[in-house]
C-alpha cells in the first residue's frame, strides 16, 4: 500500500510535497498535534488527519527524529556569561589586564550568544582599567623617587668653596673646584687638597658622590674602583659635555683602608684637566 505525507496545520508546504531524507521541518512552524498521523495511506482524505482504512503502523523513520528534537518547544534561556563573572570578580580584587581581557571575551561573547551580563563585563573592564592606571601611577611614583635618590645633591655650578684653602678631600662636595696634586704627591694616598673658588686657575673639580655600597667591612681597593667606575659613569649627565674636551680625564676618589676605618665611606667622582687653565665650573647650570 502507497502512503503520502500528511502535513499538520498550519505548516506552509505546498500539495503533495513530499519529505527527502534527513528533511527536517523549520522548528518556528506550529508543534505536532498529538495523536497526528504524518503518513496516510493513499485513500485516506487530505488534511484529515483520519485514515479511510484501518489503522496502519507506518516506520520508525523519518517521524523519530522529529519527536526527539520537540519541534515547537520554546529554546533555552540563555545564561550569565561565565567570562563576564569573573572578569567582574577579578576587577574587584586587583587583577588589571586579566579582568580586563576576560570582560571583552565576555562582550563578544554576550553579542553572539544572547546571554546575559554585560554590565558585569563592562563593571570588570572598567574597574581593571582604574586598578591598571593606580600600577602605573604607583610604578611612575617608585621610579622618580629612585631617580632622586641617586640623583645628585642640588649645589651649585661654582661649588661652595669662597676662597682657596686647604681641606680634607672627604670634605670636597659636588660642584666644588680644587688642585688636584701631581702623580707623585698620590703614591701613598690623599688626605688633603687645596681647594679654590671655580673662577681661580684650577685643574680638576667635584661633579658627583656616593657612600660606598659595603658599610660594614672594608671590601678592597679593587671592588671599590669597579664601584666608583660604575657609579661616576652614570652620574655623568651632570656635566656640561661642551665644556669637557678631550684634555680632561674622569676620575675618582675612594677611601683607603686607613681612611674606612676613621668612618669615610664616600666615593667623590671627579673632572681632571691636564693643566691648571679651567677658570669656571663644568657642571649644568
Known amino acids: 500500500m502507497a502512503y503520502r505525507f500528511n502535513p499538520p496545520p498550519g505548516w506552509p508546504l505546498p500539495a503533495g510535497f513530499e519529505p527527502p531524507p534527513n528533511w527536517q521541518p523549520d522548528p518556528s512552524w506550529p508543534p505536532v498535534p498529538p495523536g497526528w498521523p504524518l503518513w496516510l495511506a493513499e485513500d485516506a482524505a487530505p488534511g484529515s488527519g483520519l485514515p479511510a482504512a484501518p489503522a496502519v503502523q507506518y516506520p520508525a523513520q523519518p517521524y523519530q527524529p522529529y519527536q526527539a528534537y520537540g519541534y515547537g518547544a520554546p529554546p533555552p534561556r540563555p545564561g550569565t ?19 580586563i581581557i576576560f570582560g571583552i571575551i565576555g562582550l563578544v561573547q554576550i553579542r553572539n550568544r544572547g546571554q546575559r551580563g554585560r554590565g558585569l563585563a563592562i563593571t570588570g573592564i572598567t574597574l581593571g582599567c582604574v586598578w591598571l592606571v593606580i600600577g602605573i601611577a604607583l610604578i611612575a ?15 651649585p655650578p661654582a661649588g ?9 678631600i672627604f670634605s ?6 680644587f688642585q688636584n696634586p701631581p702623580p707623585s704627591q698620590t703614591v701613598l694616598g690623599v688626605t688633603r687638597v687645596t681647594a679654590v673658588p671655580c673662577t681661580v686657575p684650577h685643574n680638576a673639580q667635584a661633579f658627583a658622590q656616593f ?16 664601584e666608583a667606575q660604575h657609579g661616576c659613569q652614570q652620574r655623568e649627565s651632570v656635566l656640561n659635555k661642551s665644556a669637557v674636551n678631550s684634555t680632561m680625564t674622569l676620575r675618582y676618589l675612594f677611601p683607603l683602608l686607613t681612611s674606612w676605618t676613621t668612618g669615610k665611606r664616600t666615593i667623590t667622582c671627579l673632572v681632571v684637566s691636564n693643566a691648571r687653565n679651567l677658570t669656571s665650573s663644568l657642571l649644568k647650570g
Do not use: M, W
Not at 661652595?160 to 680634607?168: G, K, S
Not at 670636597?172 to 673646584?177: A, H, K, M, T
Not at 657612600?211 to 669597579?226: F, H, T, V
Open 172 to 177: 670636597l662636595v659636588p660642584g666644588d673646584c
Open 160 to 168: 661652595v668653596i669662597q676662597h682657596t684653602e686647604q681641606i680634607n
Open 211 to 226: 657612600d660606598a655600597a659595603n658599610a660594614a667591612i672594608y671590601p678592597g681597593s679593587q671592588k671599590l674602583i669597579n
Open 81 to 99: 556569561n561565565g567570562f563576564a563573572i569573573t572578569s567582574l570578580i577579578l576587577g574587584v580584587i586587583g587583577g588589571s589586564i586579566l579582568s
Open 141 to 155: 611614583s617608585s621610579l622618580s623617587i629612585n631617580a632622586a635618590n641617586s640623583s645628585t645633591p642640588n649645589v
